[in-house]
């Protein structure tokens, strides 16, 4: 089976930085794209930033230049630089990953938190 491990995620104070990780191991055969979402308390899961298999970037308006994903194709490794953090980037950031395992599938991590004091 496949799993994504997300770590990196904790307390810092607004205008601090964070970097997270997200390291997918198991029966893959091929990552496609991978991503970070995150998920504030009492709101719907959202898009922070993607990043395809020939390195191509998306992001969501609110994260574009305070935020960089970036993706280390050998370790099957996602990264999410946060710069800037503001109290309304609190949350529960997900890494997912569309893979090619004994099927084709989307896989989620579990999660980590980040919460940005005022």
């Known amino acids: 089976q496949v799993q994504l491990v997300e770590s990196g995620g904790g307390l810092v104070q607004a205008g601090g930085s964070l970097r997270l990780s997200c390291a997918a191991s198991?029966?893959?055969?091929?990552?496609?794209?991978m991503g970070w979402y995150r998920q504030a308390p009492g709101k719907q899961r959202e898009l922070v930033a993607t990043i395809t298999s020939d390195g191509s970037t998306n992001y969501a308006n609110s994260m574009k230049g305070r935020f960089t994903i970036s993706r280390d194709f050998a370790k099957n490794t996602v990264y999410l630089q946060m710069n800037s953090l503001k109290p309304e980037d609190t949350g529960v950031y997900f890494c997912?990953?569309?893979?090619?395992?004994?099927?084709?599938?989307?896989?989620w991590g579990q999660g980590t938190q980040v919460t940005v004091s005022s």
């Open positions: 997912s990953a569309e893979i090619l395992s004994t099927y084709q599938g989307r896989w």
């Open positions: 198991g029966s893959i055969v091929r990552i496609n794209d």
